[in-house]
């Protein structure tokens, strides 16, 4: 497939971007996340959510992935809600302690440090929901990225579902048919799925969840010395052990986690899928790895998309004055 042909496959999987960015699908009636939305409550929000940003991951370089995950992994439960932040209580188990969360989700305490200074700034006013959505952004930012206008106004949920952490959010060992299927779930396109995977471009994951590229069938896509360097990392007892996710240039957020998929250095097998199984996933991972602006345009737009999966808005959720528990 040629490269103009593959731009509108793509521009096909993309339909109705704008109607998903801007409007609200949750519980709220239809009512419009929008740019700017604490120009007059709370001006000072964005600038303070970027101070804190930009102080953590000058502290933690892992601290910039860690909060993008945040956000991932908040809006493939029930929607982009801050259900992900909220501790256990007699009434519900939260999702911090779902398989795919717990011993890995980290930067919980960089939020509770935003919405502190929000509260003394903006007493009940920006939500841990949009904390998390301009946490996102200003990390992929600070690590090179691209930046977007944020779509904000979204309340904070009153519960949280550790069922629905575990089955909706996708596994390091998927395939690409059922990661197709995890993101349609939540109402994201195969290119949303490619497109997001590239946020994989910085980060660290645990030899745990890469144990199956460490087999020595692991099929032709590997690179060979690749994987002898995985196997010495996780060698003994080190399921803890990290290895970065872009073995090219694992801080920076650019194009190079594609690049690497394309020469068999995909780190887990999830990543590696989009090329190795072929089709149309394989062609974006190639046109991606060929263009930065590419990859970087369409990531604004998937990130918008997610997220606009599901807000709480208008008379729907409440806006917390502490991330980890409900009012």
């Known amino acids: 497939m040629g490269y ?15 109607g998903a960015c801007l409007v609200g699908g949750g519980a709220g009636g239809g009512s419009l996340l929008r740019e700017n939305a604490y120009e007059t409550s709370c001006p000072d929000a964005e600038s303070i959510v970027f101070s804190w940003v930009e102080n953590a991951a000058a502290q933690d370089p892992r601290m910039a992935a860690s909060l993008l995950r945040l956000h991932f992994h908040d809006c493939f439960v029930n ?11 007699a009434t519900f188990v939260g999702e911090k302690s779902a398989a795919p969360n717990v011993n890995s989700l980290r930067g919980f305490e960089v939020i509770d440090g935003i919405k502190g200074d929000l509260e003394m700034a903006c007493p009940q006013t920006v939500s841990c929901a949009d904390i998390l959505a301009m946490a996102a952004r200003d990390s992929v930012l600070l690590s090179g990225g691209p930046t977007w206008q944020v779509q904000l106004g979204r309340k904070d949920s009153l519960t949280a579902s550790k069922a629905a952490a575990n089955n909706n959010i ?16 939540v109402g994201l396109t195969p290119q949303d799925m490619v497109t ?35 196997q010495q990392l996780c060698s003994v007892n080190s399921n803890m052990t990290l290895a970065v996710l872009d073995v090219g240039t694992p801080a920076v957020f650019d194009n190079e986690y594609y690049a690497n998929l394309a020469s068999g250095q995909g780190l887990l097998s999830s990543d590696q899928a989009l090329f190795a199984e072929g089709g149309i996933t394989r062609e974006v991972v190639e ?12 990531f604004r737009m998937s990130m918008l998309r997610m997220g606009a999966i599901k807000p709480l808005t208008g008379s729907s959720g409440e806006i917390r004055r502490n991330c980890r528990s409900i009012n």
């Open 4 to 18: 103009s042909l593959l731009m509108v496959v793509v521009a096909g999987w993309a339909v109705g971007l704008t």
């Open 79 to 89: 929607g982009c809600d801050a259900s992900v932040l909220l501790d256990d209580t």
């Open 170 to 185: 996708p596994g390091p060992n998927s395939n690409v048919a059922n990661l197709v299927s995890k993101f349609q779930n």
């Open 196 to 230: 997001l995977s590239g946020a994989h471009t910085i980060g660290m994951a645990r030899c745990s969840t890469f144990r199956s590229r460490l087999q020595s069938n692991s099929g032709d896509d590997v690179d060979r010395e690749f994987l002898a360097s995985l």
């Open 287 to 298: 046109n991606y790895a060929s263009d930065t602006e590419f990859f970087f345009k369409n």
